[in-house]
Every structure is written in structure tokens, then in C-alpha cells.
T-cell receptor, first 110, second 114 residues
């Protein structure tokens, strides 16, 4: 089955710094979503981005489907950005399930 | 903005007991899902549901699990006889279409089996 790998596994930054999180996947996908899991465990939808580039405030994401990777950019980090960021993909062989990476744990220090 | 809701937020139960986790998907969505996340691990797919039947299920979703849409708004996950290893966060999700549409997630139910 498809493999989803996220890097780095952990990232510690000072408030105000920028960061880039990466998601590599081993097969073609028909869905790619980025999530932020907050300290209370809730999954917050960030982007639906099977291809192309999107921006939402300080966050942006780019997926290069032909090269099988996606990047999540966080600019001017705030302490509230702390948490785990997950990438999840859907594949053409399955119309339904999302397959998840292991996440990047981000800690923003004040 | 419409959202997926889940109740309860936290459920504590004794091993061997039955639990029902409840979800209210976004009202015009047609596809419904359950995922789980054991503490510190990645999120895992359990089951998808469309047109009042299971569309796809994972190996985790064995005979102890069942899903139901008892009315036009609720979507439930039942675990018949809970085990210690069922302790996890359970997420419900819904989407307008299948085949790669955005899945919207609820806040989760934390299940603790003692």
C-alpha cells in the first residue's frame, strides 16, 4: 500500500520563525489534506490540496503531485501554532479512506 | 460554518462493556467515516459508510465493531465488548462526495477502557 512519510518528526522554533513541513507519498493520490492536531487532540482541517498551491493567512501549502510530495509553510510562528501536523492522502484504489503520516510535532517557544 | 459534532467528548468504561460513540455529520454530506488514534500514534482508518451500508473497512474493524445511521442525522460507532487496546481517540468525519473529496473531522471522543 501507499506509504506516507512526514519530516521532520519534531521541530522546535522560537516565536516569529518560519517553518517548512514535508510530506512524501509513494503513489499517485486523489486527495491530500493537512491537519493540525491541537493540544486537546482535535483535528483542524488546514488544507485540501491534492495539487497546486493554497494560502490561508500565515499558512500556505504546495503539492507537487508528479513528484509525490507536499509542503506546508508556516510563517511568523505563534505559540498557538504548537501541536502535531498531519498529512493524510487518499488513493485512486480506494474511494474513501485517508492514509495518514506519522506527523510532525511542532513546538513554538515564546 | 457547518461542522461535525461528536458526543461524548470523553467516555470511560470497564473492559467488556458495550459503548456507543455518536456523531452528527454535516447535514448535506453523504459519506461518513470513523477513524481512531491510539495515544501517540498515527490516525488509522476504521470504516466508511455510504447509502446506508459499509463501503470500506480496515482490518481493525472486526466483528466487535458496528456502525449505524439510525436516523437522518446521527452516525454511530458501537464497540460490543471493549478491550483495553480499544482505548483511543475516535474521530468521525464526513464528506460531500467520495472519491477524494475533502473529509471534515469532528473533535473526537476519547475512549478510556479500564
Amino acid at each position: 500500500g501507499i506509504q506516507v512519510e512526514q519530516s521532520p518528526p519534531d521541530l522546535i522554533l522560537q516565536e516569529g520563525a518560519n517553518s517548512t513541513l514535508r510530506c512524501n507519498f509513494s503513489d499517485s493520490v486523489n486527495n491530500l489534506q493537512w491537519f493540525h492536531q491541537n493540544p486537546w487532540g482535535q483535528l483542524i482541517n488546514l488544507f485540501y490540496i491534492p495539487s497546486g498551491t493554497k494560502q490561508n493567512g500565515r499558512l500556505s501549502a504546495t503539492t507537487v503531485a508528479t513528484e509525490r510530495y507536499s509542503l506546508l509553510y508556516i510563517s511568523s510562528s505563534q505559540t498557538t501554532d504548537s501541536g502535531v501536523y498531519f498529512c493524510a492522502v487518499g488513493v485512486f484504489a480506494s474511494n474513501y479512506q485517508l492514509i495518514w503520516g506519522a506527523g510532525t510535532k511542532l513546538i513554538i517557544k515564546p | 460554518e457547518p461542522e461535525v459534532t461528536q458526543t461524548p467528548s470523553h467516555q470511560v468504561t470497564q473492559m467488556g462493556q458495550e459503548v456507543i460513540l455518536r456523531c452528527v455529520p454535516i447535514s448535506n454530506h453523504l459519506y461518513f467515516y470513523w477513524y481512531r488514534q491510539i495515544l501517540g500514534q498515527k490516525v488509522e482508518f476504521l470504516v466508511s459508510f455510504y447509502n446506508n451500508e459499509i463501503s470500506e473497512k480496515s482490518e481493525i474493524f472486526d466483528d466487535q465493531f458496528s456502525v449505524e445511521r439510525p436516523d437522518g442525522s446521527n452516525f454511530t460507532l458501537k464497540i460490543r465488548s471493549t478491550k483495553l487496546e480499544d482505548s483511543a481517540m475516535y474521530f468521525c468525519a464526513s464528506s460531500d462526495g467520495g472519491g477524494g473529496d475533502t473529509q471534515y473531522f469532528g473533535p473526537g471522543t476519547r475512549l478510556t477502557v479500564l
